[in-house]
């Protein structure tokens, strides 16, 4: 069974974008002398390209380095903290991931990735309940969250699996237990993990 993180720079990049275009179209607006400056003021969009690039190109130390940097400047930054996330999971930190994915959901609980991320961490760990919570929260943050969707059945199955396990240890003379568990287990081992 595979549960899939949030793709990097497909929708939640457009997503953290769009609401960074449209705090940028309203400071234009607003103030008209910036639209004209010719200087590089707003060097964000460009950080998370780069960072971006750089995860795609398996250089996870700069990336994590360039994340942080920018950072330091930008401490409270939800897109970049999502990418230092991911970053930081692709390089085998999960527990830099786990604390970061956490404390991002714990500040912006209406985004719905960070949340089905901490939930991929907790299931690669074993710890389904802590997961199911995660990709709920995701789902109550956007109810058509479609990879949140598909990990908490992952997650339910899982669950599911080692209730009856459970239920086969306590009575192992249940006839009804025996063709649960096969079929259960039978469509996780179709799920590469």
């Known amino acids: 069974m595979s549960h899939r993180?949030?793709?990097l720079d497909r929708?939640?990049?457009?997503?953290?974008?769009?609401?960074?275009?449209?705090?940028?179209?309203?400071?234009?607006?607003?103030?008209?002398?910036?639209a004209q400056a010719q200087s590089p003021s707003i060097p964000a969009p460009s950080a998370y390209d780069e960072v971006s690039r750089l995860m795609r190109a398996q250089q996870l130390d700069q990336a994590l380095s360039r994340a942080q940097d920018y950072l330091r400047s930008n401490p409270r930054d939800p897109q970049?903290?999502?990418?230092?996330?991911?970053?930081?999971n692709q390089k085998g930190d999960s527990a830099a991931a786990l604390e970061t994915f956490t404390n991002?959901?714990?500040?912006?609980?209406?985004l719905p990735e960070p949340h089905n991320n901490l939930a991929v961490l907790?299931?690669?760990?074993?710890r389904y309940d802590e997961a199911r919570v995660?990709?709920?929260?995701?789902?109550?943050?956007n109810p058509r969250y479609a990879v949140a969707l598909e990990n908490l059945g992952d997650v339910y199955a899982r669950l599911a699996e080692r209730a009856w396990q459970r239920a086969r240890d306590v009575d192992a003379q249940n006839p009804?237990?025996?063709?649960?568990?096969?079929?259960?287990q039978s469509l996780l081992a179709t799920t590469p993990r």
């Open 176 to 184: 009804r237990l025996a063709p649960k568990l096969k079929a259960v």
């Open 11 to 34: 929708a939640v990049l457009a997503c953290f974008r769009g609401v960074t275009r449209a705090l940028l179209v309203g400071l234009a607006a607003a103030l008209p002398w910036l």
């Open 80 to 88: 970049m903290r999502f990418l230092l996330g991911v970053a930081q």
């Open 5 to 7: 993180a949030s793709p």
């Open 134 to 141: 995660a990709l709920e929260a995701a789902i109550r943050a």
């Open 122 to 126: 907790h299931a690669a760990a074993g």
């Open 104 to 110: 991002l959901t714990q500040d912006n609980p209406e």
